[in-house]
């Protein structure tokens, strides 16, 4: 049987850069494609029912129950903002090639640096790892798609703001002047763009099979492993990366107290045979080293 796959698809600079990859990607091989614009989750008609499926994800959440509903038959997204628990009936069916991980300052000048200033992010990881290496600073709560996010920054008064790396690299508004903010640790599995589908949808999902990058897929594994136990269901400073070193894998993960007042960090190096539970072992060895009682507090602020 041969059908067309409809993508699902917001309407953002960087959704539509991914979405039309996917099609690209897919029709190499041979697959007709449609993009599907998805309206915004104020005009779909949410039954209580697909909430009960588990779908949870604020950036997700639009494109599940339009597959679930039956409009789109695959969704193409930024891998970071896909709940560790999947809605009941989408998995995940592919995994592409990693981009840049990694975050980047976007900023006016960086004397700020050595004393006081102001930076602009709406991700909780990002402004504990930053308070914890420049407590002096203050953060303000930046939102919205990419586009948005750079405009705001033009028009207000702070000093600098923090992009992912592989999101401007994508539709290409990187500025020369940045700065590589290589001592932080990213999200999991940013960089990395996740194509789902419909767990009984065998036509779409051997045809996304082909896309899905190996490397990329077992590190992000890892780290979505080490967030999963972590995170126990409430959001929290978490990073984690993996990174394919030969025959060796190499991890390194951090759980941060929302301020920056406490940090804890792990580091470990294992062969590619021995990948199994990593992340798993990994964030247990971190919650029975103090961070349980700061995932506690985590909750009971954010709860």
């Not at 600079?13 to 599907?36: F, M």
């Not at 409430?234 to 990073?239: L, S, Y």
Request: contains cysteine; glycine residues 8%; proline residues 4%.
């Amino acid at each position: 049987m041969n059908k067309t796959i409809r993508i699902g698809t917001r309407d953002s600079q960087l959704a539509l850069w991914q979405a039309n990859t996917v099609s690209r990607a897919l029709e190499k091989l041979g697959h007709a494609t449609e993009l599907i614009p998805v309206k915004s989750e104020g005009d779909l008609n949410l039954e209580v029912p697909l909430y009960e499926m588990g779908i949870t994800g604020i950036f997700t959440r639009t494109l599940d129950v339009a597959m679930i509903t039956g409009k789109i038959d695959i969704a193409v997204h930024s891998m970071k903002d896909v709940p560790t628990r999947l809605p009941k009936g989408i998995v995940e069916a592919a995994v592409l090639k990693r981009a840049n991980p990694g975050d980047i300052l976007l900023h006016k000048g960086l004397d700020f640096l050595e004393g006081e200033g102001t930076i602009a992010t709406g991700s909780l990881r990002r402004k504990a790892q930053w308070l914890n290496r420049y407590p002096l600073h203050k953060v303000e709560d930046l939102r919205g798609n990419v586009n948005t996010r750079m405009k705001k920054l033009e028009t207000n008064s702070w000093n600098a703001a923090i992009f992912a790396a592989a999101g401007l690299d994508r539709i290409d508004l990187k500025p020369e002047d940045h700065l590589e903010l290589n001592w932080m640790i990213p999200a999991p599995a940013q960089g990395a763009m996740l194509i789902v589908a419909m767990e009984e949808d065998a036509y779409c999902r051997e045809a996304i099979i082909a896309l899905n990058h190996a490397d990329t897929a077992m590190c992000v594994a890892v780290e979505r492993e080490f967030l999963k136990v972590l995170e126990g269901g409430c959001t929290a400073p978490i990073g984690a990366l993996a990174v394919i070193e030969g025959d060796q894998l190499y991890f390194k993960g951090g759980l941060f107290g929302l301020n920056g007042e406490q940090k804890f960090e792990i580091e470990k190096t294992v062969p590619l045979t021995e990948v199994k539970d990593l992340g798993r072992k990994c964030a247990e060895e971190i919650l029975e080293n103090g961070g349980a009682e700061l995932m506690k507090t985590i909750k009971q602020v954010l709860n």
